[in-house]
């Protein structure tokens, strides 16, 4: 076994003791339930850990993460975990997360080409496309990077809020937030980028689905 896989098994292990003797009852009553009230879609970048930055222990937050937090209507693995976290696990809160410097996202701005990412990354293209009058007029490099890094959340969202199971969920009544967050490297800090939706009124209605039996 090498160093550093067994630097991390000694960490866990003193992670484990230090989290029992501070609360002899954590790990008994995180086995009996998973009930986390938040639903976190973030960038796999090792750099962005949920739990962490919001400062809230394991049980707390359901977590997807994938290269750039991105929301496509036919990524199964995503979807699964959206409804696996609304229908049973009955999540208030579904956290788009995003970060400023995102090499995802800063890939998608460039014509060379990275083999099969390229196809995930399109869809970021396509974000930039929409907005390109916008991003094109942002002489700055750096700073139309952290442009498009918020303009990919708040896409985002709309991906997720466009799902026939979060509209269901609000058809039923169940209460369910979706907002979208974007975190900085340099500072540690979230800042919220005011596009929380909450309704279907709030969306678009060409992506408004009627409940089967309506």
């Known amino acids: 076994m090498s160093d550093d896989i067994k630097r991390l098994l000694e960490n866990n292990r003193k992670w484990s003791e230090a989290i029992r003797e501070e609360n002899p009852d954590f790990f008994p009553t995180l086995e009996k339930q998973q009930a986390p009230p938040y639903l976190w879609i973030g960038c796999s970048d090792s750099r962005v850990p949920a739990n962490e930055i919001v400062g809230v222990m394991p049980g707390e937050v359901f977590v997807h993460r994938n290269v ?8 199964l693995n995503c979807l699964s975990v959206i409804q696996f976290a609304v229908e049973v696990l009955k999540v208030r809160h ?11 996202v800063k890939a998608s701005m460039l014509p060379a080409q990275n083999g099969l990412i390229d196809n995930w990354l399109r869809h970021i293209k396509d974000v930039y496309s929409l907005h390109q009058a916008e991003l094109d007029g942002i002489g700055d490099e750096r700073e139309r990077l952290r442009r498009l890094c918020e303009l990919n959340v708040q896409h985002q969202v709309r991906h997720v809020c466009s799902t026939a199971i979060v509209q269901n969920a609000w058809s039923r009544g169940q209460s369910l ?17 005011d596009v929380t939706v909450s309704s279907p009124g709030e969306i678009s209605p060409i992506y408004i689905y009627s409940r089967p039996g309506a």
């Open 94 to 104: 579904i956290i788009v997360t995003g970060h400023y410097g995102c090499g995802g």
């Open 177 to 193: 937030s979706v907002h979208g967050w974007i975190y900085g490297l340099k500072d540690g800090l979230v800042k919220d980028l």
């Open 68 to 75: 750039a937090n991105v929301v496509v209507h036919t990524d």
